[in-house]
């Protein structure tokens, strides 16, 4: 078996020993103790572990770490910079579009990239973009909110 | 093994609790005492004036290795830079209670809420509690630390007044300081203890505040410490590491209830780092990492026995047929007499399915031995429970037994047991090193419990004017939560039969008055229509509860009750009480006539629970017991065949996603004149039957189980 030996995760090159089969959710959080993204089924059916792959949210749990070898990896942990929330994640406080926090980071994911690629969604649009992302204490409607609100806040050259 | 005793207050469907430990272990560890240790400063600690208040468990286990007096409701540390630690035995499940706790201390010590840490749910800091369930925190706990807090203002005023030699009808509080107005100083309440620890002990303490007269409980302070989850830095216990912590992985047996007849271990033994366990019908392996565990467990070649068992479709049945004689089985008034005087009679049943909690955290555990002391970090609602258990499976004092829950991925009633606890702290025992175990999606929709199924029968009698005349109520296993309704009926006959269940069961979030009220208020709008009253007032007509009412009509309000509706659109309502709180939802659905789907388009939630400590946090919870409702009003149902789960994945049991929620509107109706109850759970009850009915109105079917729509 091919071994993966680096990962470009958040800005950084850094150093891994796995076998390409093993999961990217695994190598993150238990090879990189990058705990930030989370384990909820383990078929992509949940959206808990979503990261960004070269932009692209992507289920870390269904991605062998060999698929992710070489590309840019962004993970909950890189969105925080000098202190400083990124909108949506300040959104979600504004919003209380969270109670026990667990599915927050897939969320907050899989938001960053549907706003990328779509500054400024429209209700229906959120929905659909975020379908795949499963919220059992039911935020559905502030996480929408806190999109909208987001993408407020980032019009005129935010990040 | 040991029976658990059960305090009486705890309703007969929270099954877990009595349920048998599934493992029984037999090892000797050897007795190691340990110690607490407090810093400097002031600490005020709470006895409860009735002491068996808080704690369920009188004599049997509870009486040896006590490691936490039972007595004590809460207790607080100021220390001597300002900082309030407050300490209790709930867990924080984002029902949001470290933030409503917070406030409570906040208001009655006068100090900012950034000044406040909650120490939560750790069975070595924290003070004996029974659990983290039935809507208790809010009209139990959080009056036991504002007494606290109360009691360590007066303290600090006290040695205020001592050491500006005045008064203390001079002294005031506000923001963390006690304040003289003669001397025109204030003084820090960290400064007040001058480098002392100061211990004191209070079994009683001036009244709360009014809420009339609330700064900081009754407003939307946001959740404490919200940053550290939109940022991914909070640990949950499946993110805990520990020092050559290894990773654990149970064989699981083939069915429900089997015996392991053999196994061959001897593939996986070979796998460098591997060991196997095996002790009883327990068997599980260790390994460097999750997915050598994984592997290892599946190479273990193992045989089960188990008898044949029911199914998902004889489920039903199987309930009435397996039913024990009701241990009360009162009349109130005479059924006969009130059925001779009804102008129509209805008798028809309703059913509910079994429904997992799927909490997106599954269940995990850490464990670590040292030195005959075990640590376990677990996601559990009954931290000193799971002690219990774990000193039982182990054989050892409670007091060789800590228990700490990290905020946890949530539960809604069905964390309350020990398991991956017993398994995780097993494997560590016998690898020598600390173990952790994170059940996977399968094994948590598999090993973990279910609300109940159940199956309810009413017959009842009305008069053509609306008065309903009796009411015979018999609900088969799902619980007797919310049984008693609110009506103003005068004859009555309301039984819970227990009976057999074929799959493991216990506590979800709102008990079975999900189940109770979904048959009754459906059965009402039967009702109503065999009399062609409108719903809602027939409601009222029927009732005398000012409370029920006020929700109902608030509900209807907000709602628009009266107004025209367009076509294949159907309107429903429903009301209900559960834990001293009162509920009222209104839904409009839309049917789509060429596919048959359903679509819940709108729903409108009245709710009422005393005094509002977190209007907006509130609001969330409701929200959320909407959305969660949802699930196992619509779609949500476990399927089984003979000791097997088989849609036990989220590919195959849909739980509410986006696209499902509707419009949601929330109505809070604030009694500041009333104590808070818990609000967690009730709004959950309402959804279903105002689905139901409402699909009856815009077609005319009436569906009398949930859930309602099992393949839209």
Redesign the interface.
């Given at each position: 078996m091919q071994r993966i030996t680096e990962l470009f995760v958040n800005g950084s090159r850094l150093r891994v020993d796995a076998a390409s089969d093993?999961s990217l959710l695994?190598v993150l959080?238990?090879d990189l103790?990058?705990?930030?993204?989370?384990?909820?089924?383990?078929?992509g059916?949940?959206g808990?572990c979503t990261v960004l792959i070269d932009g692209v949210a992507t289920r870390s749990c269904v991605t062998s770490v060999g698929a992710a070898a070489g590309k840019k990896l962004t993970?909950?942990?890189a969105?925080?910079q000098n202190g400083r929330?990124h909108p949506l994640?300040a959104a979600?406080?504004e919003a209380?579009a969270?109670?026990?926090?667990?599915?927050?980071?897939g969320m907050?994911m899989s938001g960053v990239a549907l706003l990328s690629k779509n500054p400024n969604p429209n209700e229906q649009e959120?929905?659909?973009s975020?379908?795949g992302?499963?919220?059992?204490?039911?935020?559905?409607?502030?996480?929408?909110t806190a999109i909208r609100k987001a993408a407020q806040a980032m019009k005129g050259g935010g990040k | 093994m040991s029976k658990r005793a059960i305090d009486d207050s705890i309703e007969v469907e929270r099954y877990e609790l009595f349920a048998e430990p599934e493992y029984d272990f037999n090892f000797d560890v050897a007795r190691r005492d340990f110690f607490k240790l407090l810093g400097g400063g002031l600490v005020m600690v709470f006895v409860l004036p009735a002491f068996a208040q808080e704690s369920g468990q009188q004599g049997g286990r509870r009486a040896q290795g006590e490691a936490t007096p039972k007595e004590v409701g809460g207790w607080l540390h100021i220390d001597e830079a300002g900082l309030v630690t407050v300490y209790t035995g709930k867990v924080e499940f984002g029902q949001n209670i470290r933030t409503s706790l917070s406030q409570a201390v906040a208001e009655e010590l006068r100090v900012p809420i950034s000044s406040i840490r909650m120490t939560m749910g750790d069975t070595d800091l924290t003070p004996y509690d029974m659990g983290t369930f039935g809507s208790m925190t809010t009209p139990r706990m959080a009056p036991q630390l504002r007494k606290a807090a109360i009691a360590a203002r007066e303290a600090l005023i006290e040695l205020a007044a001592e050491h500006w030699k005045t008064d203390r009808a001079s002294l005031t509080v506000a923001d963390g300081k006690v304040i003289s107005s003669r001397a025109k100083q204030s003084l820090e309440f960290g400064k007040l203890t001058k480098g002392q620890k100061l211990l004191k002990v209070i079994s009683d303490a001036a009244a709360p505040a009014p809420a009339s007269e609330w700064k900081i409980a009754g407003t939307s302070v946001a959740k404490v410490d919200g940053r550290s989850f939109v940022t991914g830095k909070h640990r949950y216990t499946s993110d805990i590491k520990r020092e050559a912590m290894l990773f654990g992985k149970i064989v699981r047996p083939s069915s429900f209830n089997a015996t392991l007849v053999s196994a061959d271990t001897k593939e996986a033994e070979a796998t460098a780092g591997v060991r196997v366990v095996r002790d009883g019908n327990f068997i599980g392996v260790t390994a460097p990492d999750a997915r050598t565990a994984a592997r290892a467990a599946s190479m273990v070649k193992t045989e089960w026995k188990a008898e044949p068992q029911p199914s998902a479709k004889e489920l039903f049945d199987y309930l009435r047929k397996q039913s024990t004689p009701p241990r009360q089985n009162a009349e109130q008034g005479s059924i006969a007499e009130g059925l001779a005087r009804a102008d129509k009679k209805l008798e028809l049943t309703y059913t509910v399915a079994y429904i997992a909690h799927a909490p997106l955290e599954p269940r995990a555990a850490v464990a670590e031995w040292n030195a005959g002391k075990l640590t376990v970090w677990t996601g559990t609602q009954r931290p000193f429970g799971v002690r219990s258990e774990l000193a039982d499976a182990f054989h050892i004092p409670e007091e060789r037994v800590r228990v700490i829950v990290p905020d946890t991925g949530a539960g809604y009633g069905g964390k309350h047991t020990g398991d991956a606890s017993i398994e995780a702290a097993r494997l560590a025992q016998a690898a020598g090193k600390p173990v952790k175990l994170v059940w996977t999606r399968e094994e948590e929709f598999t090993w973990a419990y279910f609300r109940p199924a159940g199956v309810i029968d009413i017959s009842s009698g009305v008069q053509n004017d609306g008065t309903i005349t009796a009411w015979e109520f018999h609900n088969y296993n799902s619980g007797s939560s919310g049984i008693q309704h609110r009506y103003d009926i005068p004859n009555n006959r309301i039984v819970f039969h227990q009976t057999k269940s074929p799959l493991r069961q216990g506590s979800y979030r709102g008990l079975a008055a999900t189940a109770n009220h979904f048959a009754r208020e459906v059965h009402l709008d039967e009702l109503a229509h065999l009399v062609k009253m409108n719903p809602l007032e027939f409601r009222l007509k029927n009732l005398k509860d000012e409370r029920l009412k006020a929700v109902l009509v608030a509900a209807a309000k907000a709602f628009g009750w009266d107004k025209a509706k367009t076509a294949d659109r159907g309107f429903g309502i429903s009301g209900g009480f559960e834990k001293g709180s009162y509920v009222a939802t209104c839904v409009e659905i839309a049917v789509d006539r060429s596919s048959g789907k359903v679509k819940i388009v709108r729903a409108v939630t009245a709710f009422e629970c005393g005094a509002i400590v977190n209007p907006d946090q509130l609001k969330n919870q409701v929200e959320g017991s909407v959305v969660m409702a949802l699930g196992g009003a619509m779609f949500e149902a476990i399927d089984f065949d003979n000791g097997r789960i088989s849609n036990g994945r989220f590919s195959r049991y849909r739980v509410p996603r986006f696209s499902d929620v509707p419009i949601i509107e929330t109505v809070l109706v604030d009694r500041k004149d009333l104590p808070s109850a818990g609000a967690g759970e009730t709004p959950i009850v309402g959804l279903a039957p105002a689905v139901g009915n409402a699909i009856f109105d815009a077609t005319g079917i009436r569906l009398r189980s949930l859930p309602m729509t099992p393949n839209g």
């Amino acid at each position: 078996m091919q071994r993966i030996t680096e990962l470009f995760v958040n800005g950084s090159r850094l150093r891994v020993d796995a076998a390409s089969d093993r999961s990217l959710l695994s190598v993150l959080r238990d090879d990189l103790d990058l705990t930030g993204s989370k384990y909820g089924c383990g078929e992509g059916q949940c959206g808990a572990c979503t990261v960004l792959i070269d932009g692209v949210a992507t289920r870390s749990c269904v991605t062998s770490v060999g698929a992710a070898a070489g590309k840019k990896l962004t993970t909950i942990e890189a969105l925080e910079q000098n202190g400083r929330l990124h909108p949506l994640q300040a959104a979600f406080l504004e919003a209380d579009a969270l109670q026990c926090g667990y599915c927050t980071p897939g969320m907050i994911m899989s938001g960053v990239a549907l706003l990328s690629k779509n500054p400024n969604p429209n209700e229906q649009e959120i929905i659909r973009s975020m379908e795949g992302n499963v919220c059992r204490c039911g935020t559905y409607p502030r996480i929408v909110t806190a999109i909208r609100k987001a993408a407020q806040a980032m019009k005129g050259g935010g990040k | 093994m040991s029976k658990r005793a059960i305090d009486d207050s705890i309703e007969v469907e929270r099954y877990e609790l009595f349920a048998e430990p599934e493992y029984d272990f037999n090892f000797d560890v050897a007795r190691r005492d340990f110690f607490k240790l407090l810093g400097g400063g002031l600490v005020m600690v709470f006895v409860l004036p009735a002491f068996a208040q808080e704690s369920g468990q009188q004599g049997g286990r509870r009486a040896q290795g006590e490691a936490t007096p039972k007595e004590v409701g809460g207790w607080l540390h100021i220390d001597e830079a300002g900082l309030v630690t407050v300490y209790t035995g709930k867990v924080e499940f984002g029902q949001n209670i470290r933030t409503s706790l917070s406030q409570a201390v906040a208001e009655e010590l006068r100090v900012p809420i950034s000044s406040i840490r909650m120490t939560m749910g750790d069975t070595d800091l924290t003070p004996y509690d029974m659990g983290t369930f039935g809507s208790m925190t809010t009209p139990r706990m959080a009056p036991q630390l504002r007494k606290a807090a109360i009691a360590a203002r007066e303290a600090l005023i006290e040695l205020a007044a001592e050491h500006w030699k005045t008064d203390r009808a001079s002294l005031t509080v506000a923001d963390g300081k006690v304040i003289s107005s003669r001397a025109k100083q204030s003084l820090e309440f960290g400064k007040l203890t001058k480098g002392q620890k100061l211990l004191k002990v209070i079994s009683d303490a001036a009244a709360p505040a009014p809420a009339s007269e609330w700064k900081i409980a009754g407003t939307s302070v946001a959740k404490v410490d919200g940053r550290s989850f939109v940022t991914g830095k909070h640990r949950y216990t499946s993110d805990i590491k520990r020092e050559a912590m290894l990773f654990g992985k149970i064989v699981r047996p083939s069915s429900f209830n089997a015996t392991l007849v053999s196994a061959d271990t001897k593939e996986a033994e070979a796998t460098a780092g591997v060991r196997v366990v095996r002790d009883g019908n327990f068997i599980g392996v260790t390994a460097p990492d999750a997915r050598t565990a994984a592997r290892a467990a599946s190479m273990v070649k193992t045989e089960w026995k188990a008898e044949p068992q029911p199914s998902a479709k004889e489920l039903f049945d199987y309930l009435r047929k397996q039913s024990t004689p009701p241990r009360q089985n009162a009349e109130q008034g005479s059924i006969a007499e009130g059925l001779a005087r009804a102008d129509k009679k209805l008798e028809l049943t309703y059913t509910v399915a079994y429904i997992a909690h799927a909490p997106l955290e599954p269940r995990a555990a850490v464990a670590e031995w040292n030195a005959g002391k075990l640590t376990v970090w677990t996601g559990t609602q009954r931290p000193f429970g799971v002690r219990s258990e774990l000193a039982d499976a182990f054989h050892i004092p409670e007091e060789r037994v800590r228990v700490i829950v990290p905020d946890t991925g949530a539960g809604y009633g069905g964390k309350h047991t020990g398991d991956a606890s017993i398994e995780a702290a097993r494997l560590a025992q016998a690898a020598g090193k600390p173990v952790k175990l994170v059940w996977t999606r399968e094994e948590e929709f598999t090993w973990a419990y279910f609300r109940p199924a159940g199956v309810i029968d009413i017959s009842s009698g009305v008069q053509n004017d609306g008065t309903i005349t009796a009411w015979e109520f018999h609900n088969y296993n799902s619980g007797s939560s919310g049984i008693q309704h609110r009506y103003d009926i005068p004859n009555n006959r309301i039984v819970f039969h227990q009976t057999k269940s074929p799959l493991r069961q216990g506590s979800y979030r709102g008990l079975a008055a999900t189940a109770n009220h979904f048959a009754r208020e459906v059965h009402l709008d039967e009702l109503a229509h065999l009399v062609k009253m409108n719903p809602l007032e027939f409601r009222l007509k029927n009732l005398k509860d000012e409370r029920l009412k006020a929700v109902l009509v608030a509900a209807a309000k907000a709602f628009g009750w009266d107004k025209a509706k367009t076509a294949d659109r159907g309107f429903g309502i429903s009301g209900g009480f559960e834990k001293g709180s009162y509920v009222a939802t209104c839904v409009e659905i839309a049917v789509d006539r060429s596919s048959g789907k359903v679509k819940i388009v709108r729903a409108v939630t009245a709710f009422e629970c005393g005094a509002i400590v977190n209007p907006d946090q509130l609001k969330n919870q409701v929200e959320g017991s909407v959305v969660m409702a949802l699930g196992g009003a619509m779609f949500e149902a476990i399927d089984f065949d003979n000791g097997r789960i088989s849609n036990g994945r989220f590919s195959r049991y849909r739980v509410p996603r986006f696209s499902d929620v509707p419009i949601i509107e929330t109505v809070l109706v604030d009694r500041k004149d009333l104590p808070s109850a818990g609000a967690g759970e009730t709004p959950i009850v309402g959804l279903a039957p105002a689905v139901g009915n409402a699909i009856f109105d815009a077609t005319g079917i009436r569906l009398r189980s949930l859930p309602m729509t099992p393949n839209g």
